[in-house]
């Protein structure tokens, strides 16, 4: 019987918070035989939002979703188009002749700084970021940015 209060409880306490906006993450904890404690936390949207991956590689094609190895991006512009904040994106080795605008709160990880190489090709910075944002970026070289500098960031 005293399961029954706790399980009749918790649905009461569960249909009273359904009708509260917003998602909860509910958790029971007996206190004694007699009652029953129900401690409920508020998760953000942000936290059931799925961050993931993005490829980029040198014969990937532009088209493809990024979101394996198998089928990854072409250039990592795309892939910054394509991510959502929070993403990362994993870069083969290969030289990208990019000039990148990062407008997001993004991972860039390349395959490694010898022989993973973002070449600017003298026409603009090679890489521009917004202000106000949180961006990792390792693993790369970074060359031929349009300034008297090897290269040069803006942010």
């Known amino acids: ?6 399980f009749l409880t918790l649905l009461i306490v569960l249909i009273i918070v359904s009708t509260i906006s917003g998602v909860y993450n509910f958790s029971s904890i007996a206190t004694d035989n007699k009652s029953l404690d129900i401690n409920s936390q508020s998760i953000s949207n942000n936290a059931l939002t799925t961050v993931k991956t993005i490829y980029v590689n040198i014969t990937g094609n532009d088209k493809n979703d990024g979101l394996t190895p198998k089928k990854p991006k072409k250039t990592i ?4 188009n394509t ?5 990362t994106i994993k870069i083969e080795s290969g030289t990208y002749k990019e000039n990148l605008k ?3 709160n993004i991972k860039i990880i390349g395959h490694n700084q010898k022989d993973t190489i973002i ?14 944002r949180k961006i990792s970026i390792s693993g790369f070289t970074i ?12 942010y």
Do not use: L, P, V
């Not at 512009?77 to 910054?80: L, M, T, V």
């Open 143 to 154: 060359k031929n940015g349009k300034t008297t500098e090897r290269c040069r960031w803006r």
């Open 1 to 6: 019987m005293k399961h029954f209060r706790r």
């Open 77 to 80: 512009q795309n892939a910054i």
């Open 83 to 87: 991510a959502k904040a929070g993403d």
């Open 119 to 132: 070449d600017g090709t003298q026409k603009s910075y090679c890489i521009y970021i917004d202000n106000n």
């Open 102 to 104: 990062i407008n997001k």
